[in-house]
């Protein structure tokens, strides 16, 4: 009975002290068992789940909510369809811009749906911030000051792409709901069109990661400016193809619009790649590096120090305490050394 509290006691400072080892102040190598790694694991995932769960309950209440003088979520999403000309679109309830639903449930669903997609938007400062202090304790100081911009310009790549995509829908909703002329008018449900909305912003926002992708294989080596260089044209008719295929909506606009901003997106990765090339070609120049084969040595940076001579070593002297060896080499009289 005296026992068990101590035990329990000191396993609450065990853990503790495994919880305080997560931190660079205390753990600057970031060495951890595996049972370390399992905890740590459930330790970020659940702060990540649960900023995700905050983040989408306000995200479901802004849905018709406008904080601040801000539009609300709904009214935001909707903007690009409410722009389309009336006679194009069926006029619901009051003459309102509203979607149309089938089901008991399809307005909670959606609105669920739409929460969700705006709470991992909000949250991701949270849930990428888990991501990357579970990562960085296995990366040098040079790897992740390297991630953290790597980090940074995805984020905002992402973003811009996705503000490109909610300009670009209005105009492509207008080129295919047009086709209907004043015969068809077309009445779209909200689970549709919320579905090509967010389509549409994904796409986009990931389609913009191409620059990171193409400097990041040239800073490994594997995409040299000379093979950018010669595959340019090549990879500019492949940009349209995506382009034609991956735009949800297949209008010429979206598509178009997709196919020009990669276009320009990969020239920018393709000078920069250009100027890192330079650079390494300049730095081997300087240290003599340059027209080396693979199976060359490379040369030093500084001359080596000269190795002294070795000073030669006496005999060293017989110890005192130590039996003679001559005595013991003797052979013995009396043996077989006597027989002849």
Same mark, same amino acid.
Not at 141 to 157: C, I, Q
Not at 204 to 219: A, Q, T, W
Not at 233 to 245: E, N, P, S, T
């Given at each position: 009975?005296?026992?068990?509290?101590?035990?329990?006691?000191?396993?609450?400072r065990r853990e503790k002290g495994?919880?305080?080892?997560?931190?660079?102040?205390?753990?600057?190598?970031?060495?951890?068992?595996? &049972?370390?790694?399992?905890?740590?694991?459930?330790?970020?995932?659940?702060?990540?789940?649960?900023?995700?769960?905050?983040?989408?309950?306000? #995200?479901?209440?802004?849905?018709?909510?406008?904080?601040?003088?801000?539009?609300?979520?709904?009214?935001?999403?909707?903007?690009?369809? +409410?722009?389309?000309?009336?006679?194009?679109?069926?006029?619901?309830?009051?003459? #309102? +811009?509203?979607? %149309?639903?089938?089901?008991?449930?399809?307005a909670f669903m959606l609105r669920?749906?739409?929460?969700?997609?705006?709470?991992?938007? $909000?949250?991701?400062?949270?849930?990428?911030?888990?991501?990357?202090?579970?990562?960085?304790?296995?990366?040098?100081?040079?790897?992740?000051?390297?991630?953290?911009?790597?980090?940074?310009?995805?984020?905002? $790549? *992402?973003?811009?792409?996705?503000?490109?995509?909610?300009?670009?829908?209005?105009?492509?909703?207008? *080129?295919?709901?047009? !086709?209907?002329?004043?015969?068809?008018?077309?009445?779209?449900?909200?689970?549709?069109?919320?579905?090509?909305?967010?389509?549409? %912003?994904? &796409?986009?926002?990931?389609?913009?990661?191409?620059?990171? $992708?193409?400097?990041?294989?040239?800073? %490994?080596?594997?995409?040299?400016?000379?093979? %950018?260089?010669?595959?340019?044209? #090549?990879?500019?008719?492949?940009?349209?193809? !995506?382009?034609?295929?991956?735009?949800?909506?297949?209008?010429? !606009?979206?598509?178009?619009?997709?196919?020009?901003?990669?276009?320009?997106?990969?020239? $920018?990765?393709?000078?920069?790649?250009?100027?890192?090339?330079?650079?390494?070609?300049?730095?081997?120049?300087?240290?003599?590096?340059?027209?080396?084969?693979?199976?060359?040595?490379?040369?030093?940076?500084?001359?080596?120090?000269?190795?002294?001579?070795?000073?030669?070593?006496?005999?060293?002297?017989?110890?005192?305490?130590?039996?003679?060896?001559?005595?013991?080499?003797?052979?013995?009289?009396?043996?077989?050394?006597? &027989?002849?």
């Amino acid at each position: 009975m005296g026992s068990n509290p101590l035990r329990r006691d000191g396993s609450s400072r065990r853990e503790k002290g495994r919880k305080r080892r997560w931190g660079r102040r205390h753990n600057p190598d970031g060495t951890m068992t595996l &049972v370390e790694h399992l905890y740590e694991l459930r330790y970020r995932l659940t702060v990540a789940f649960a900023a995700l769960a905050l983040a989408s309950l306000v #995200g479901f209440w802004w849905f018709e909510n406008g904080p601040l003088g801000i539009p609300s979520l709904g009214k935001l999403l909707t903007d690009p369809y +409410c722009s389309v000309p009336e006679p194009t679109r069926v006029q619901l309830g009051q003459g #309102g +811009c509203q979607l %149309l639903g089938t089901a008991p449930l399809d307005a909670f669903m959606l609105r669920l749906k739409v929460a969700m997609s705006a709470g991992a938007v $909000l949250s991701s400062p949270f849930w990428l911030y888990q991501l990357w202090s579970f990562i960085t304790p296995g990366l040098y100081a040079k790897e992740r000051k390297f991630a953290l911009s790597f980090v940074g310009f995805a984020t905002a $790549l *992402f973003a811009a792409g996705a503000v490109l995509a909610y300009f670009v829908v209005a105009q492509g909703l207008l *080129f295919l709901l047009g !086709f209907g002329g004043q015969t068809v008018a077309i009445a779209l449900t909200g689970d549709k069109y919320f579905g090509f909305m967010l389509g549409m %912003l994904v &796409v986009f926002g990931v389609s913009f990661e191409l620059p990171l $992708l193409v400097i990041m294989l040239n800073r %490994l080596g594997v995409l040299t400016y000379d093979k %950018l260089k010669r595959w340019r044209r #090549g990879l500019i008719f492949g940009l349209f193809v !995506f382009a034609a295929v991956a735009t949800p909506g297949q209008d010429p !606009f979206s598509m178009l619009a997709l196919a020009l901003a990669l276009t320009a997106l990969f020239e $920018l990765s393709v000078q920069v790649a250009r100027l890192h090339d330079r650079r390494k070609a300049r730095q081997r120049l300087a240290e003599g590096w340059d027209g080396l084969s693979d199976d060359e040595a490379s040369p030093l940076q500084h001359e080596p120090e000269p190795i002294p001579e070795p000073e030669p070593v006496g005999n060293p002297e017989p110890s005192r305490t130590s039996p003679p060896q001559a005595k013991a080499a003797e052979p013995r009289r009396g043996g077989y050394d006597d &027989v002849t």
